[in-house]
């Protein structure tokens, strides 16, 4: 069974650091591309990063650009999220997804709540 | 490219049939997925490459397309089938997810 579940989330200042960790298990976990999606609350769904299975390709949403970093540690079989210069409009829960193909989220996790508030 | 997805709201009787529309502003390829969400869930995938269904998606559920507009149907609505609808398009140059609004298919 897959399985991920986010960690990570909590209160932080306007302009300050959080890294999010994903944890996964129930798949082979270097095999499949991974992302982080994002929803505000009472909000669509936002597309923020991806990483290959190899971790050597990432892509970025274009409002993340810059200021997040996702990487991955095949080995501990996590996915991170490095979000760097938080702002008001980050505020969201952020969800990891697995992606077997690269065209769709198979598997979400719960999800962690991101707070950027003063 | 914009996706819009419509209606914002949807009013439907158990037992009776739902439709979802997303349109595109230009032609793109089939890779157009839809997920489910219910309140304080994560989204769960339906439909993949426009009308393939994920594992353990009943079969009232079906994906189809017509040029720039998909459609997702849901034929003899469940008590369980009462949620936020998302349609997700992929571009793979340059890589970039886009999600539709949301359809919130609520019980009439």
């Known amino acids: 069974e897959v399985q991920l579940l986010e960690s990570g989330g909590g209160l932080v200042q306007p302009g300050g650091s959080l890294r999010l960790s994903c944890a996964a298990s129930?798949?082979?976990?270097?095999?499949?591309?991974m992302s982080w999606v994002r929803q505000a609350p009472g909000k669509g769904l936002e597309w923020v990063s991806t990483?290959?299975?190899?971790?050597?390709?990432?892509y970025y949403g274009d409002s993340v650009k810059g200021h997040f970093t996702i990487s991955r540690d095949n080995s501990n079989n996590t996915l991170y999220l490095q979000m760097n210069s938080l702002r008001v409009e980050d505020t969201a829960v952020y969800y990891c997804?697995?992606?077997?193909?690269?065209?769709?989220?198979?598997?979400w996790g719960r999800g962690t709540l991101v707070t950027v508030s003063s | 490219i914009v996706m819009t997805q419509s209606p914002a709201t949807l009013s439907v009787s158990p037992g009776e049939r739902a439709t979802i529309s997303c349109r595109a502003t230009q032609s793109l390829s089939t890779f157009l997925a839809w997920y489910q969400q219910k309140p304080g869930q994560a989204p769960r995938l339906l439909i993949y490459?426009?009308?393939t269904r994920a594992t353990g998606v009943p079969a009232r559920f079906t994906g189809s397309a017509s040029g720039t507009d998909f459609t997702l149907t849901i034929s003899s609505l469940q008590s369980e089938d009462f949620a936020i609808y998302y349609c997700q398009r992929y571009d793979n140059w340059p890589l970039v997810y886009t999600f539709g609004q949301g359809t919130k298919l609520e019980i009439k």
């Open positions: 129930g798949f082979t976990f270097n095999s499949y591309a």
């Open positions: 990483i290959s299975g190899s971790g050597s390709n990432t």
């Open positions: 490459d426009t009308s």
């Open positions: 997804a697995s992606q077997r193909a690269l065209y769709y989220f198979d598997y």
